[in-house]
């Protein structure tokens, strides 16, 4: 099978209106467990940006007037040929994200769901028939595209969270200027860009330019585009806010999070600790939706401890390409530094290290912290890193007020034995998602994802959600006559 990335006349370059040069220059796309160059990709600017949304918004119309069933046969192809090609994009996870391969066979799941989802949007019913004021006059209410969607996203879960806005927003009519992060921009823009080029995209409607700063700041404030979706830190996510804001853009913010697993006294432990495990120590925690909190009742603390720390001592950590692992690398030093620093002061103030707590270059130990408090930094700050605090609370009151107990609110989960404690508990928690007896990751391509607080502004996406997201109501009334008025 021929792969996707085969030829190499794309490396160096972006894609904007086929694979053109880049003017910010060119990156090395480096393995974060070896330091290898896996290839070159190309760097846009503010110049290419202006070029690709007036190009987008060019092309936009065309596509909008197509029907429904031809938008998504475009996007059923681009599900068709990843599945084809599913092994190209799960390499590029392991190796350029630093990937365990069960998380990147996961990932390319999750975005083939997404896909089919997406498929479905344009041949669902995209308005309403109104009540007519007075006789002769029809009355409509029908969703339009946006325009011109610019996309901004991470590395950590780089191809998901790009095709999550990207596949809908597509469907609906929109064209799309995606900005993946530079640290992984073939697996969340290379990848995707060859992924909709195989499926017969038409010219103009996707551009995919990679880049820092300075090409992100320039796609919020482009006067061409009509929203931004972005995902990413929660300090970034409050400038992209205040600029789109006053452009009076539609802006749809996928923050951070801190998230509380609340383990309870009726909990099976054993199965509560390994949830503790995989949500805490999945992807190196480098991940929204960990649980970077772990709330437990004081009855069943010594033990939870106990059955954490073991879990995480057994876990393998080494090179995902190369080895058997269960952790792979951190993304890069600065991240590595600051989880480490996190620790530290965690530790310098009464806190004590049950497993890990140290690296080996970019390999961070899966750590489990015992004695956490409500100020240290393990539990006020996001960590994204391979780490589990852990707090003692003494009821289920003082467990709901610690896991409120802080600006963010993506998710929360809750160990029990109890199915209908565990649903009364999670009413009183102030998170945009709560699962009973599982972890905290979960994402499904048809169900509504978004927090609250430094978490985001609200849900987005599912089927229902893309369509609130990426159209506009318009409302459209009609007269067989034209008639006279008063004046």
Known sequence: MTELLDDVSWQGKIYSNGWTTAHGGVLDSTEPATGSVLAQVGLADADDVAAATARAAQA???????????????????AAVLADNRAEFERWLVREGGAVPGKAAFEVDLVLGELWEAAALPTQPWGHLLPASEPGRESVARRVPLGVVGVISPWNFPFILSVRAVAPALALGNAVVLKPDVQTAVSGGTLVARLFEAAG???????????????????VEDPNVAMIAFTGSTAVGREVGATAGRTLKRVS??????????????????IASSAGAWGAFLHQGQVCMTAGRHIVLESVADEYLDRLAKRAQGLPVGDPFTGQVALGPL????????????VEETVG???????????DGLFYQPTVL???????????????????????VRDEAEAVAVANNTEYGLVAAVQTGSPER????????RTGIVHINDQTLNNDAYAPFGGTG???NGSRFGSQSSWDEFTQWQWVTFREQAHAFPF
């Open 331 to 342: 993304i890069n030093e600065r991240q590595r530094d600051n989880v480490h620093r996190i």
């Open 370 to 392: 015992a004695g956490v408090t409500t100020s240290m930094p393990a539990f006020r700050e996001e960590i994204f890193g391979p780490v589990a605090p852990v707090v003692v």
């Open 349 to 359: 103030a009464g806190a004590e290290v049950r497993a890990g707590g140290s690296y």
């Open 253 to 270: 913010l996928e923050l951070g999070g801190n998230n509380a697993l609340i383990v309870l006294d009726d909990a099976d432990l054993e």
């Open 454 to 456: 430094a978490s985001g």
């Open 201 to 219: 995209l038409p010219d103009g409607l996707l551009h995919v330019l990679p880049g820092g700063a300075g090409p992100g700041a320039a796609l």
């Open 60 to 78: 936009q119309a065309e596509w909008a007037a197509q029907t429904g069933p031809s938008r998504a046969a475009v996007i059923r192809k681009a």
């Open 422 to 429: 565990g649903r009364e508990l999670a009413r009183r928690l």
